[in-house]
Nanobody, 126 residues
């Protein structure tokens, strides 16, 4: 059973960059599909990005494509989210999620994931 801990959140000005990390312990990390979701105040949880198992295949929400990069570092049991050109609408609690199942066709669905971290706050000021 994998456990996930996010870090790297904070306050950044619009146009700036931030790098989030999610450390995993336990389980067979290379086989996991990893994802990042976010939730803004008063909003529903939103898919951000995912990395399929150990394939290197990545998938992004249209709202972050070209600005964010997900990196699954199998040797470190870690998945990072590099966020560039941040805007106030990117503000929210960012959570990482994991599943050992093959879910290539449903990577953007929150209910496809079995394990979640507690989340880390990202605030982007105008």
């Amino acid at each position: 059973q994998v456990q996930l801990v996010e870090s790297g959140g904070g306050l950044v000005q619009a146009g700036g960059s931030l790098r989030l990390s999610c450390a995993a312990s336990g389980g067979n990390f290379r086989s996991y599909t990893m994802a990042w979701f976010r939730q803004a105040p008063g909003k529903e949880r939103e898919f951000v990005a995912s990395s399929f198992r150990n394939s290197g295949h990545t998938y992004y929400s249209d709202s972050v494509k070209g600005r964010f990069t997900i990196s699954k570092e199998n040797a470190k049991n870690m998945v990072d989210l590099q966020m560039n050109s941040l805007q106030p609408e990117d503000t929210g609690i960012y959570s990482c999620a994991a599943t050992a199942r093959a879910i290539l066709s449903s990577q953007a669905r929150a209910d496809a994931y079995d394990t979640w971290g507690r989340g880390t706050q990202v605030t982007v000021s105008a």
